[in-house]
Each structure stands twice: as C-alpha cells, then as structure tokens.
C-alpha cells in the first residue's frame, strides 16, 4: 500500500530574519513565519490533504509551525531536528565559510551530512513503517529538507534546490522506500515535480 509523507520546513524566525546560524538552538517564528505556516495550511485544506498523523522535531520553531498548519495532536522527534551546528550556533550566517565540506562542523563540535543522513532517513522510515500511516505531515528544518533533496532528488537542478520557509517536500512510501514526487512552495502555489518522473 503507498503511503504519502510531507516533510516541511518551519516558518520563519526570529534567527532567519536577523541571519544568524539555528540548528539546535531555538528561536521563535516572526508575524512573517505564521503567516507562512497559515498559508501551508489552506494550502493542504484547499487540496483535500487530511493527514492521519502528524510529527514534528523537538524543536519549538517546528511544534508552533504545525500547530498553526493543522489541528492534530503530534508526536515530537528527535531524529528529525535541524543539522547540529556546534560553535557556529547561534552566530552570524557570514562568519560560515562558504564551501565548508560535508565534514567541517564535526571538528566544532556539530554534525556532518552523513551523521545527519543517518539520524534523518531511519526516524522517517520508522515513521512511515506503521501501516495506518497513510498521509504524514512530518514538520522539520531547512537543512533536513536539503539532506533530503540531495539524497533523493533526480537531478542537480533539485539537488541544490532553495528551501524557503514553509517549503513542502512530497514522498510516496512503497515497499519500505521513500521517493520524491515533489517539492512544493505553499506561499506561491509552485509545484515542482517534472524533475522527478
């Protein structure tokens, strides 16, 4: 049976409007980012999305997105919360150096692409392997989502797609994996799935 598991990114913060560095640390949404996870919201009610669960991570920005997209109760996960940053927490988004490898945070303390790869993908697929879990909102973070698209995402184009506040990726589960069928922006109703088929 095809399951079907949306993982979002949280609306915007505080951190995003000021540009400072939020894996583990924690700040709250802006008037803009619950506008944004309103607007995520009509998006699934005006597409007939009615989801049987709902997670999201441990993280406050994520729990206060979902609350404003849907009315369900959740469950909040650990294995889902953003990319541990180490000493770069919480500091200016341009003190990072640009082409930092998949590895440079772990010397600081933070988590690498693959560390992060393999927290991520098995709490998603424990998610999805309960049967009753036919439409999952799973709500989570910018870097999460991007892991997501390099790993799963066809083409380079998809692969190094933005992941704005709110951005939506759409899985089908089917026989124990997960594949991308779309990435979706619920602010300006694109949907973008032909790099997929």
Known sequence: MKQTLYVMRHGETLFNKVKKIQGWCDSPLTKQGMQQAKC????FKENGIVFTHA???SAERTADTLE???????????GIKEKGFGLYEGIEEYIF???AGDDYLVEFGGESFT???ERVIP????????????CVLAVSHGGVCKMLLRCYAKSEEMRTQFVSNCM??????ENHELKLEAVIDPISGNVLNHCFE
């Open 40 to 43: 995520a919201g009509r998006y």
């Open 55 to 57: 997670y999201c991570s």
């Open 68 to 78: 404003l997209v849907c009315d369900l109760p959740y469950q909040r996960l650990k």
């Open 97 to 99: 150096p640009r082409n």
């Open 115 to 117: 560390m992060l790869k």
């Open 123 to 134: 709490t998603l697929h424990g998610i999805m392997e309960h049967q009753d879990h036919t």
């Open 168 to 173: 939506i990726l759409r899985f089908a589960y």
